[in-house]
């Protein structure tokens, strides 16, 4: 007779099967790693804990009782990411296409309930066909209990979903809730109705890539923070990712020793604005020359280009960044650039992460595109997240701050509490050639007049001296000296505790 321990293993044996070696190998000709390798590779080498291994679906439709693979579809447990505990959960394609039945929730919930209660992140890999079809409103009801506890973890511990395969219907939401979408390219896609129900209803014949693959979802919609070649890439730099991230809102910030002098003065950065005004640079040097080693992690990288968000660390410590990009549409915020930046400082303020915009912004994008698309409701979103944020803010204007941009852009008005500016930074309502034109309006026929009078307004107006005399900026720095600047900026504001008025929750203008 079998012994109980002989049962145990054999059971572990079929469990770590999952659908079975034929259907493995199906996977691995798709270019996908199987779940249990994702998590192999997620985690630091024999770290993972697993739970809920002989959990097995209840159903008795359709000959599902003689149907029966220990796990369920889904891989939980706990582990370690850089000695860092984190708990994680990762469907399996190869059992029933990864669906989710009644048990398979119950298994997500449960490592969710945990990841709360100790204040542990979360990342959910995402690899299946949906509701589990044999269960019916089982599986839509397990899908509902995700959402709600994504919906109370939010804010209150980091949640990263890994799209490593279909993610379809009703199925988006739980990713959509959460902070960070990674999606890995040709074999992942999100969409909330497939191909075969767009043609029906819109007559439009698109493939799956094209409805939600990783591309359209990093470049357009913005759905996905990321995207990867491949299952490995994505997975080491959710790794990275975690070693910017607290584990939880309680804290503490994950500060490492820093290598890179403080005090390192830049060269690069007293030349990279160039003399032309209207001539753009690349705001991503700057950050790479006043950043710890040149590490940046970079979110939405391919998504509203015209603004720069993610991760670095100052003295060690994590950062989040926020940066007008001049090299796009001029580095003006329009839509897009808006929401990318609002949800970003949004995230840095729910886990303590001190922000650091640098401003090179010549106003919102003009036109109908904008306005019929919502800027006003927008760019309200921008200057909601940076006046409610309670984190230490520093700003940093490179060049460019007009007008109402200039106010959201983490202002001293916006409670910024240290305000710097390179020496040749132009803060005004608007550029000298506009305003010229409608405040000099009687010498609109007379050019040589125009130009005296638009000269005058530079001098006047276009300099970071007025805005600094009002104590709207608390010094005017020289480029080389950038990073010790900013570096002792965030070090005595590491002391910085401030709350907002108490409320049931804000009413940010969604
Ligand atoms: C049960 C499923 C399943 C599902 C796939 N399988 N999806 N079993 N419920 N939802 C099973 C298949 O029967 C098959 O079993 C195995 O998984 C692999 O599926 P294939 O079709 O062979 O794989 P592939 O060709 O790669 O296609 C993958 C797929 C396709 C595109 C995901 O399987 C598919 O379209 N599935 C149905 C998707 C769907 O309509 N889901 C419900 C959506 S509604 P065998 O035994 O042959 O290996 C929904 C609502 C959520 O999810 C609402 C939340 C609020």
């Given at each position: 007779m ?5 049962m145990?293993e ?23 790693l199987t ?17 809920d291994m ?31 505990p ?7 394609f ?5 669906s ?13 309930d ?11 890999i ?13 599986s ?6 995700v959402f ?8 209150v511990?980091p949640?990263i ?8 219907g ?16 040709n074999?992942s ?10 043609k ?5 014949d698109?493939?799956a ?6 591309e ?6 913005g ?6 070649e491949?299952d490995?890439?994505l ?6 990712l ?7 809102n309680a804290?503490?910030?994950p ?10 003065q830049s ?5 990279i ?13 700057v950050?790479?020359?006043i950043?710890d ?8 990288a ?13 003295n060690?410590?994590p950062?989040?960044?926020?940066a007008n990009?001049?090299?796009?549409l ?11 930046a609002a949800r ?8 303590d ?6 401003v ?5 994008m003009p036109?109908l595109?904008?306005?019929t ?9 921008l ?5 409610e ?9 490179t060049r ?19 305000n710097y500016?390179w ?22 026929d007379?050019?040589?007049l125009?130009e005296?009078k638009?000269?005058?307004y ?8 007025v ?13 080389v000296n950038?990073r ?5 900026a ?21």
């Amino acid at each position: 007779m079998q012994t109980n321990t002989e049962m145990l293993e054999q059971k572990r044996a079929e469990a770590r099967l999952g659908g079975g070696q034929a259907r493995i190998d199906k996977q691995h000709a798709k270019g996908k790693l199987t779940a249990r390798e994702r998590i192999a590779l997620l985690l630091d080498p024999d770290s993972f804990e697993e739970w809920d291994m002989f959990v097995e679906h209840r159903c008795i439709d359709f000959d599902m009782e003689e149907h029966k693979i220990p796990g369920d579809g889904v891989v939980t447990g706990n582990g370690l990411i850089n000695g860092r505990p984190v708990f994680v959960y990762s469907q399996d394609f190869t059992v029933f296409g990864g669906s989710l039945s009644e048990t398979h929730a119950a298994k997500i919930c449960k490592v969710m309930d945990q990841a709360i209660k100790l204040g542990l992140p979360v990342i959910g890999i995402n690899d299946s066909g949906g509701a589990r079809i044999q269960e019916g409103v089982a599986s839509l009801g397990g899908y509902a209990e995700v959402f709600q506890r994504n919906v109370l973890a939010s804010g209150v511990i980091p949640q990263i979903s890994l799209i490593m395969g279909p993610c379809a219907g009703g199925a988006v939401y739980s990713p959509a809730i959460t902070d960070f979408i990674f999606m890995v390219e040709n074999s992942s896609y999100m969409f909330v109705t497939g191909p075969d129900v767009v043609k029906t209803v819109t007559h439009e014949d698109l493939t799956a890539a094209e409805l939600g693959g990783a591309e359209m979802h990093a470049k357009t919609s913005g759905v996905s923070h990321g995207r990867f070649e491949n299952d490995l890439e994505l997975l080491v730099n959710t790794r990275r990712l975690m070693g910017f991230l607290p584990l939880s809102n309680a804290g503490p910030l994950p500060i490492i020793e820093c290598d890179d002098p403080i005090d390192r003065q830049s060269e690069t950065l007293a030349n990279i604005v160039p003399e032309n005004p209207n001539m753009p640079y690349d705001m991503k040097h700057v950050i790479l020359e006043i950043v710890d080693d040149q590490e940046f992690f970079e979110i939405h990288a391919d998504y509203a280009k015209n603004i720069i968000v993610g991760f670095a660390r100052m003295n060690g410590m994590p950062i989040g960044i926020v940066a007008n990009q001049p090299l796009v549409l001029a580095g003006c915020l329009d839509c897009n650039s808006s929401r990318k930046a609002a949800r970003f400082v949004r995230f840095c303020d729910a886990f303590d992460i001190s922000i650091l915009t640098l401003v090179d912004v010549p106003g919102f994008m003009p036109g109908l595109a904008q306005e019929t698309g919502g800027i006003i409701s927008h760019g309200a979103k921008l200057l909601f997240a940076f006046a409610e944020a309670t984190v230490p803010k520093v700003t940093l204007i490179t060049r460019k701050a007009y007008g109402g941009a200039y106010d959201v852009m983490a202002s001293k008005h916006l409670r910024g509490d240290v305000n710097y500016a390179w020496p040749n930074a132009e803060i005004a309502v608007m550029g000298p050639e506009g305003a010229a034109r409608i405040i000099f309006r009687d010498a609109s026929d007379n050019p040589e007049l125009l130009e005296k009078k638009t000269q005058n307004y530079r001098e006047k107006f276009v300099n970071p001296f007025v805005a600094a005399s009002r104590g709207y900026l608390d010094d005017i720095i020289r480029p080389v000296n950038t990073r010790r600047r900013l570096v002792n900026a965030f070090e005595i504001l590491k002391r910085k505790q401030l709350k907002n008025p108490p409320r049931k929750h804000d009413n940010l203008p969604l």
